[in-house]
Nanobody, 119 residues
Framework: QVQLVETGGGLVQAGGSLRLSCAAS????????MAWFRQSPGKEREFVAH????????FYADSVKGRFIISRDRTLRNVYLQMNSLKPDDTAVYFC????????????WGQGIQVTVSS
């Protein structure tokens, strides 16, 4: 079993920065990709960014492009989301997710972590 645990959330003023971390523990695995999603109250969960494990290519939602950066470390067991120029609209629960080989979509999820941006 693989578990994903997010850390680094909290309260920040608009214009500030936060860095979320996602640590994979348990069975060693090589995902196809890892991603960040978020969900605000009353809204559906939305895609934020992903990084393919082979090659490291990245892709971002238009709403965060140029402000957020997804990255991984050399162990390939941690993925990060650097969030800059935060806006109140970025307030949400942020989830880390992994897509295992053979899966059609992201099939391992973290428990989520709250990010609140005050105006």
């Amino acid at each position: 079993q693989v578990q994903l645990v997010e850390t680094g959330g909290g309260l920040v003023q608009a214009g500030g920065s936060l860095r979320l971390s996602c640590a994979a523990s348990g069975r060693i695995f090589s995902p196809v990709a890892m991603a960040w999603f978020r969900q605000s109250p009353g809204k559906e969960r939305e895609f934020v960014a992903h990084q393919r494990w082979s090659g490291g290519s990245t892709f971002y939602a238009d709403s965060v492009k140029g402000r957020f950066i997804i990255s991984r470390d050399r162990t390939l067991r941690n993925v990060y989301l650097q969030m800059n120029s935060l806006k109140p609209d970025d307030t949400a629960v942020y989830f880390c997710a992994a897509q295992r080989p053979g899966a059609d979509s992201y099939d391992i999820w973290g428990q989520g972590i709250q990010v609140t941006v005050s105006s």
